[in-house]
């Protein structure tokens, strides 16, 4: 059995809300090495959602970037599109109705106030095609070594505004790559069940850093984590780390796809990650404002 077919049926999703828990489903992570050709990665991305949809998932995400790695850092801002119209956002629409899943769709590039800049957008759609949230992107990524060199705020405003939504999964937090550095977003979204992280992570930092922080995410919020990427080399000539994964509340990775394209997919259990929320009751355990560190003095007085 290959990493695109394999599944898991362990563990689980739990909102502490008043609410009935929703049941067992499955979730699908996409794993891919776009390249510069819009029409080119959105049939690859089909073909992978179809893949997902036949093996049972009901939420499928796509990894950041999924619709476009460009030859250059503005190859993305030529192809951006007006909020709510344009070929990749219809691409997403009809495929949710299609296979009548949910998607994640990794992040899109939409036009912002700044010609020459995108707003980098993870777009959600429900299972009737309807785009039902947006989120974009706040931390931008910024890294020198050597000849390796990125500044994504030279081509994209960021967004400001935390966002979760409620689903029929439970409640869904979004976040884009980069934020993965960042706990206090996380903390910010208060209590949710499912966490998504599309990402592109070099190869430089992803090797280093990317699964110790999902699965710190994962534990730190006991959530379900699901972390779909791109993975592999580009025609750019840039090389992104792969290992899309999900993660259990527990912190134990429930399937995961080194590199190329392919689909991670993994079953989501409410009661788990219920009875995890009662053993460990962490999220409740939480202080907030906390004083600031007293100055100390050193050396004589």
């Given at each position: ?12 999703s739990g909102f502490g809300k008043a609410k009935p828990l929703p049941g067992s489903f499955r979730v699908a992570a996409i794993q891919m090495a776009s390249g510069p050709q819009v029409g080119a990665n959105l049939s690859e991305a089909g073909r992978l959602i179809k893949m997902a949809a036949d093996q049972g998932a009901a939420l499928i995400a796509l990894p950041e970037y999924f619709a476009i790695m460009g030859m250059h850092d503005n190859d993305k801002v030529k192809v951006a599109e007006d909020f709510g119209k344009g070929p990749i956002q219809e691409f997403l629409s009809r ?207």
């Open positions: 059995m290959t990493s695109a077919e394999k599944s898991s049926e362990t563990s689980g495929t949710a109705k299609r296979f009548g899943v949910w998607i994640i769709g990794g992040s899109v590039p939409i036009k912002s106030s700044d010609p020459h800049k995108i707003r980098n957008s993870c777009l959600v759609y429900d299972a009737e095609g309807h785009c039902v949230a947006r989120y974009d992107k706040i931390h931008l990524f910024g890294f020198q070594r050597g000849t390796e060199r990125y500044e994504e705020s030279r081509t994209i405003l960021p967004g400001s505004e935390v966002v979760t939504l409620d689903s029929p999964f439970g409640r869904i937090g979004l976040s884009i790559c980069y934020d993965l550095r960042f706990p206090e977003l996380y903390r910010a979204m208060g209590q949710v069940e499912l966490i998504f992280i599309p990402s592109a992570f070099t190869e430089t930092t992803g090797r280093a850093h990317w699964e110790t922080l999902v699965r710190a995410r994962a534990i730190e919020n006991i959530a379900y984590v699901v972390a779909p990427a791109q993975g592999g080399y580009h025609m750019n000539g840039r090389e992104t780390h792969g290992s899309t994964m999900i993660v259990d509340p527990w912190g134990v990775i429930l399937d995961q796809l080194p590199r190329g394209s392919g689909v991670v997919i993994a079953g989501v259990n409410p009661i788990h990650q219920a009875e995890l929320r009662t053993n460990l009751p962490a999220l409740s355990h939480r202080t907030v404002g906390l004083p600031a560190p007293k100055k100390t003095r050193t050396g004589n007085k």
